[in-house]
């Protein structure tokens, strides 16, 4: 009997969900498979750099996008056993070490699931696996592949003989390139993929088993600590090493330019020496107040770009009914991981090893050998996980650090970053301010919008080549990247949107293509980047939400004015079918009563609540979000408790809808965390944001609103990113409940319950003052 | 100066000579081997070193080795075993209330301390005993769904 194509698929590949299947390869160090090891330079191109099948039946894929808690490391699991057709239980993911693992650069963006689940890298070398597979295995058995049905690696041939995996390519390189046409099994058919199998890390983690890089120890390993300057643009006087001569264990105090640490027996007595050490620093210039900080900003020369210019905004505002303007400002924000960063080292005179909880392990190796004056092939980064990063917290800086430590001693090093280390030096999300002005229509609508933004930058990651980016490299003299002044050129090119600078509700032209999902023709953005007193970094939707927070509170402004539903004058507005999907499925799901804000006959005191609703179409194009949020304001002190999030996510097909959810439960209310009480703060000198009492976050006895969920998927869609775009859009969405409760508009994050009052006052003198 | 130190920490006695004013935490990392309890802040702010002493959690971060007497000390992987898992570690994991899970010992042993004293704490009071742990990745509505199954199956 021949089987159809159609079941041959469905017979591939086993569900199992399991809570004890964690894998062991969790517990202890990443083994590499079952080749010892793999070309110094792989090549993404060749299978073998992706997927090699033991002779125990067990298939060892290699990742260049690793998993820092966003689930990725389990996605790519299901991706694998679904495309080879087995057990998820004998798929072994080795993540981001650079010897063996391909560079896939960083993992960030929002792109670990465009790159890989689509068609191209891990997929594309899943697929042509499964498909070399079944044609070894049709030579094997002398029957068409077509004749052949897969289950768990075994291939069955319709007079029941049959092959296991193992049995054609144990052990064996595949020698194969990776095929273009091999075919990604289709979602309709997926029984791994897409299913809700439980992340595979959980049970180590519960029990306290899973390796931290924090728990990664070396034989002979040393403890270092590092000595930071009392501030930015400081630099080494000199250096007393008096004190610390009689600390029991110490090995050395390495000074290299203004990098300053210590080497000592154990951890303890490092922490002794780093605080005992006495370095005299030259004091580095003085910091712009905090109080007019985005005055100061606008003042600044700046790097400056245009996203969209339709060129006749000003002629358009100057025929509007009405024009409304508006400042927004974000402020500087932290990743604020949970544990301060670490890292180990063991440099030798030929080879250095990092294990490190980078998001970027071929460009830390890049660094590292720059740092070392070792050539990249002398340099293997492993990826450990570290506390949650969210963009780029300190576990950078501290791989560089700890591999000039070791370097320094010729012995292992484990560096372990103070709380102070970690939150005054690491790369801030920027401050921004956004100005708008539109102008409506007799009849509401809009018909011309302007908005200009100051973005504070300086430094980035550090890439393949820029170690100035961040604390270490500056420290050691390397310059960080920096806005280099100039005026804004005629935007040319394809319209990208990729940090939100562009509302939704632009047309998005730009000679004459249009690329925007929205219907406003007369529109203009304009970005001005300005260098920043601090670093700054891609903290989790990096300029998106800051962008998005001006956008979608100002869509909200003018939608009042128009006295308008927020859903409907939106919809006025936008033509893009994705976003117009999740507009409708959140306020659908949320029930929402169409009317305009704010809402009727408001109470002037007591507690009050509203609803509020933004939408985003993240990077323009990378995942769609609606979120309604519903909040309580008390008048009284100003507070705001957020009650309920409704949310319509389209991120194309899911590959794991429990790990999904988990993402956007996670965004949401680390987004409103962010938009309720996280401010970096300094003095005229420093950072003054340097633990838990001198930068809020959202504790664990804060009573949290519920998040509802929905999933918006269209058929035939590519597969997007989806962990930042819920966050992107919260700040606003709470931000237009406050309104609806109150009247009062909020055009600063965080809305602390001193700015709540402002507004509230501000609103009830009748003025909307901008 | 170095002491010889006993140690009991999840069940076992152990030796270790080490300069007395050194921070449980990192005896029980750097000695001990063990993966729980993680350096956060330092300052107990965080939580992500607790452990539980006389059913007490206490923070290791900042709490001398030579303090701990003959106390016994239970860390996360003192409760249950992969293979075993204490109900309450059974709960998170059946609610996957973790995404980098890297503040799970202050979770997880607040949790089981505030309940082992009050079975039947209600959900604010699970909450005011939450209060200085922090989770970065916002978990808290997992977390908190995971404790309250581990609370209801310990009553009845």
Request: with cysteine.
């Amino acid at each position: 009997m021949i089987l159809p194509r159609r079941d041959f698929l469905k017979s591939c590949g086993a569900l199992i969900v399991s809570f004890s299947s964690g894998p062991l390869s969790l517990l202890s160090a990443q083994s590499p498979g079952p080749f010892s090891t793999h070309p110094s330079h792989i090549d993404p191109e060749k299978l073998d750099s992706w997927l090699a099948v033991g002779d125990d039946g067990v298939v060892t894929a290699y990742t260049g996008k690793c998993d820092f808690g966003q689930g990725i490391l389990t996605v790519q699991s299901q991706l694998v056993a679904e495309e080879l057709c087995v057990r998820i239980a004998r798929v072994k993911l080795i993540q981001c070490d650079t010897s063996i693992c391909p560079d896939q650069g960083t993992t960030s963006g929002s792109q670990s699931t465009p790159t890989n689940f689509n068609s191209e890298n891990l997929a594309l070398a899943a697929a042509t696996a499964r498909e070399a597979l079944l044609g070894l295995a049709a030579k094997k058995l002398g029957e068409p592949v077509e004749n052949l049905t897969v289950a768990d690696g075994v291939i069955t041939g319709t007079m029941g003989r049959h092959v296991r995996y193992e049995d054609l390519i144990g052990n064996k390189h595949f020698n194969l390139a990776l095929s273009a046409r091999a075919k990604r099994r289709s979602a309709a058919d997926w029984t791994v993929l897409g299913k809700p199998i439980p992340s595979l890390d959980r049970t180590a983690l519960m029990t306290g088993q899973f390796e931290f890089v924090h728990s990664v120890r070396v034989p002979g390993m040393l403890h270092g600590r590092v000595v930071r300057p009392p501030e930015m643009g400081a630099t080494v006087a000199h250096v007393d090493e008096q004190l610390v001569r009689n600390i029991p264990g110490l090995v050395k105090v390495v000074v290299r330019k203004d990098f300053v640490g210590v080497v000592v027996e154990t951890q303890y007595q490092a922490t002794l020496a780093a605080r005992q050490l006495v370095v005299q620093w030259n004091p580095g210039p003085e910091l712009p107040p905090q109080k007019d900080f985005f005055d100061h900003l606008q003042k600044q020369r700046a790097h400056d770009g245009l996203s969209v210019d339709s060129q006749d905004v000003d002629a358009r505002l100057a025929d509007a009914s009405s024009v409304i303007r508006a400042r927004y400002t974000y402020p500087y924000q932290m990743h604020g991981s949970v544990g301060a960063s670490c890292a180990v080292a063991d440099v030798k005179p030929a080879s250095a090893t990092v294990w490190s909880a980078t998001q970027s392990a071929y460009p830390t190796r890049s660094i590292v050998a720059r740092l070392l004056n070792m050539t990249l092939e002398k340099v293997r980064v492993i990826y450990v996980r570290g506390s949650g990063c969210y963009g780029l917290n300190g576990a950078d800086a501290v791989s560089f650090d700890a591999a000039i430590l070791s370097h320094a001693v010729g012995k292992p090093v484990r560096l372990q970053f103070s709380r102070q280390d970690e939150m005054m030096w690491e790369n801030l999300g920027s401050a921004c301010t956004v100005q708008l002005r539109a102008g409506l229509a007799h009849d509401g609508r809009i018909i011309a919008w302007d908005r200009e933004d100051w973005v504070a930058s300086l430094g980035n990651r550090p890439g393949y080549d820029q170690p100035g980016n961040v604390i270490t490299g500056m420290l050691l003299g390397y310059e960080p990247e920096l806005p280099e002044p100039r005026s804004a050129k005629p935007p040319a090119g394809k319209f990208r949107n990729q940090s939100n600078t562009v509302p939704s509700y632009f047309a998005g032209c730009i000679a004459g293509s249009c690329g925007g999902d929205g219907t406003i023709r007369s529109e203009r953005a304009l970005t001005h980047t300005v260098r920043s007193p601090f670093f700054t970094g891609p903290l989790r939707s990096p300029l998106r939400i800051q962008n998005t927070f001006a956008n979608e509170c100002f869509m909200d402004e003018l939608c009042a004015h128009a006295n308008a539903d927020p859903v409907a004058f939106r919809l006025l507005h936008l033509q893009n079918s994705r976003v117009i999907g999740v507009l409708k499925a959140a306020a659908q799901a949320a029930s929402w009563q169409a009317r305009s804000s704010p809402k009727a006959g408001v109470s002037r005191a007591g507690t009050v609540s509203g609803r509020g609703i933004a939408c985003v179409a993240y990077e323009g194009n990378n995942g769609y979000a609606a979120l309604v949020a519903e909040v309580d304001v008390d008048l009284e002190t100003g507070t705001i408790r957020p009650r309920r999030f409704v949310v319509a996510l389209d991120c194309g097909p899911i590959s794991n809808p429990d790990g999904l959810r988990t993402q956007i439960e996670g965004g949401i209310l680390q987004g409103m965390s962010r938009a309720l009480v996280e401010e970096v703060t300094w003095d005229n000198r420093r950072v003054t944001s340097i633990d838990w009492e001198t930068y809020n976050s959202l504790y664990l006895d804060y009573d949290m609103p519920t998040v509802e969920t929905v999933f918006v998927t269209p058929p035939n869609v590519p597969a997007t990113g989806a962990g930042e775009t819920a966050i992107t859009v919260t700040p606003a969405a709470i931000g237009n409940a406050i309104f609806d409760a109150t009247g009062a508009r909020l055009r600063e994050v965080p809305f602390t319950p001193q700015r709540v009052k402002a507004a509230l006052a501000e609103s009830a003198q009748g003025g909307e003052k901008v | 100066m170095r002491e010889k130190i006993t140690l009991n920490v999840n069940g076992q006695e152990h030796l270790v000579e080490v300069d007395a004013e050194t921070p449980l935490l990192f005896v029980l990392n750097d000695e001990l081997g063990l993966r729980g309890p993680r350096f956060g802040c330092g300052m107990a702010q965080c939580g992500a070193c607790t452990v539980i002493m006389r059913g007490q959690v206490v923070r290791s971060c900042v709490m001398p080795v030579s303090a701990v007497g003959q106390d016994e000390v239970t860390t996360l992987e003192g409760l249950g075993t992969p293979e075993h898992p204490h109900p309450i570690q059974q709960a998170f994991i059946e609610e996957g209330a973790a995404q980098c899970g890297f503040c799970l010992s202050g979770v997880i042993l607040t949790a089981k301390a505030v309940l082992d004293v009050k079975p039947d704490a209600s959900d604010q009071e699970i909450r005011d005993a939450l209060g200085g742990v922090l989770c970065r990745c916002f978990t808290h509505i997992r977390m908190l769904r995971a404790i309250r199954k581990y609370a209801e199956a310990r009553r009845t």
